[in-house]
């Protein structure tokens, strides 16, 4: 069974610019959740996606981050304008129906912005 | 919202000796309580979970306890090996398909 995969893997942008992470899940798995996980700290929720439709997204900066999983499988997030703050690693993870299913989370893409 | 407080930081062990680490939570409708391990460059990996209505769960040489009262759960590695070496987090959440409140993360090393 294939993982969780992201795309890039790294990323460098100066501040004010703009750029988008990529996820595609498990195959089949309904939800997709993306996770900021800041250097030496837990990784903190941003947005959770229940097939195409937005379950909580309480924590995302909304200012300056979006995201979308269009047809339900693949998503991507943004972030414009950047902010130095902003740098850090951004995991996908997504899980399958059920009350207690696991979380499968990718490798996530190390965002610095200088 | 929930809160989870996680100790200790960091964590040295030699290779054989047990390793414990321990994780507190406000939310007492919190109960699914998943610990994962975080290797360089890689995302985390559920390693043990434990629901509510459980208070111990052991798979070969790890193990998680859970105190609902006192609103605290821990891991317990035994036998430990070089490959434990890695960043352990504990989470909470109302069943896994909610958010997942991490804790801050232990950096276990295991010294051979």
């Known amino acids: 069974e294939a993982g969780v995969a992201q795309s890039p893997r790294y990323k460098i942008i100066e501040k004010r610019q703009s750029v988008a992470f990529w996820c595609n899940p498990i195959?089949?798995?309904?939800?997709l959740y993306w996770y900021q996980q800041i250097l030496g700290q837990g990784p903190k929720l941003l947005i959770q996606?229940?097939?195409?439709?937005?379950?909580?997204d309480s924590q995302l900066p909304k200012d300056r981050f979006s995201a979308e999983r269009l047809k339900g499988v693949d998503s991507t997030l943004k972030i414009q304008p950047a902010k130095l703050e902003d740098s850090a690693v951004y995991l996908c993870?997504?899980?399958?129906?059920?009350?207690?299913?696991?979380?499968?989370f990718g490798p996530g893409t190390r965002l610095t912005v200088l | 919202g929930e809160n989870v407080e996680q100790h200790p930081s960091t964590l040295s062990v030699q290779e054989g000796d047990s390793a414990v680490i321990k994780c507190t939570y406000s939310?007492?409708?919190?109960?699914?309580f998943p610990w994962y391990k975080q290797e360089l460059g890689k995302g985390p990996q559920l390693i043990i979970d434990?629901?509510?209505?459980?208070g111990e769960k052991k798979d070969q040489r790890i193990a998680v306890t859970l105190n609902k009262t006192a609103k605290h759960f821990s891991l317990h590695i035994t036998e430990t090996q070089p490959e434990d070496s890695a960043v352990y987090f504990c989470a909470a959440s109302i069943g896994s398909a909610r958010q997942l409140t991490f804790g801050s993360g232990t950096q276990l090393t295991v010294l051979p």
């Open positions: 996606f229940q097939n195409n439709g937005v379950v909580d």
């Open positions: 434990i629901r509510s209505n459980v």
């Open positions: 939310d007492s409708a919190s109960n699914y």
């Open positions: 993870a997504s899980s399958g129906q059920g009350h207690y299913n696991e979380q499968f």
């Open positions: 195959s089949g798995h309904a939800t």
